[in-house]
């Protein structure tokens, strides 16, 4: 979710940057509309959006009654987890993830980021490997279509020249009864 230069969603303060926001509003705030907000709406969870200019906003959990914000990552189920559902996951000693291996997203981020760009590389290069197998079949294409043209040139060729010596044979043939014809 883009957060820099995110407006205010009330129409008085439309062209007011944001401060925060609701994720149970689903609003974003400048610092008048939060103030209201904040006294009507005491128990909704709020992302500070001048927080840290470098903080990637990872969203809130959508589980039921957490309105926490995604802080945790689960390596053995690839989840993003809430402070909520650390705790309940802690409570319940048959959990799915009990025996989990589960860091802060901070600490994971690098090595997430790491992996995709490998992915990336990879995708490139089977991108490119499949480039390289399209041409080779387009060559083959090319090569079938041209022995199919010459195998019907040579087709044509043979016929015609059996045609022709037909023709020949058959004119020698009637010239031949002719001539036998003639002599009687």
């Known amino acids: 979710m883009e957060?820099?230069?995110q407006k205010c969603s009330s129409k008085e303060h439309e062209k007011i940057d944001?401060?925060?926001?609701?994720?149970k509003c689903e609003i974003?705030?400048?610092?008048?509309?939060?103030?209201?907000?904040?006294n009507l709406c005491q128990n909704h969870q709020i992302y500070?959006?001048?927080?840290?200019?470098e903080e990637l906003f990872t969203g809130f959990c959508k589980e039921e009654n957490h309105n926490n914000e995604?802080?945790?990552?689960?390596?053995?189920?690839?989840?993003?987890?809430?402070?909520?559902?650390?705790?309940?996951?802690?409570?319940?000693?048959?959990?799915?993830?009990?025996d989990c291996d589960v860091c802060?997203?901070?600490?994971?981020?690098?090595?997430?980021k790491k992996k995709l760009k490998e992915n990336i590389k990879l995708l490139n290069e089977l991108s490119q490997s499949l480039d390289e197998s399209i041409n080779k079949f387009k060559k083959i294409v090319e090569k079938i279509n041209e022995n199919k043209e010459n195998l019907k040139l040579n087709i044509?060729?043979?016929f015609t020249k059996i045609r022709n010596e037909l023709n020949n044979r058959e004119d020698e043939l009637l010239l031949e009864v002719e001539e036998k014809y003639e002599k009687i």
Do not use: F
Not at 18 to 23: E, F, L, P, S, T
Not at 70 to 98: M, S, V
């Open 3 to 5: 957060t820099k230069n």
């Open 104 to 112: 802060l997203i901070e600490e994971i981020k690098d090595e997430k």
């Open 70 to 98: 995604l802080e945790y990552y689960c390596k053995n189920h690839n989840l993003l987890c809430c402070a909520a559902c650390i705790a309940k996951i802690q409570k319940k000693k048959n959990g799915i993830h009990k």
């Open 48 to 53: 500070n959006l001048e927080k840290n200019n």
């Open 156 to 158: 044509q060729k043979m």
């Open 18 to 23: 944001a401060k925060i926001y609701c994720r």
């Open 28 to 38: 974003y705030m400048c610092s008048k509309c939060e103030s209201i907000h904040s």
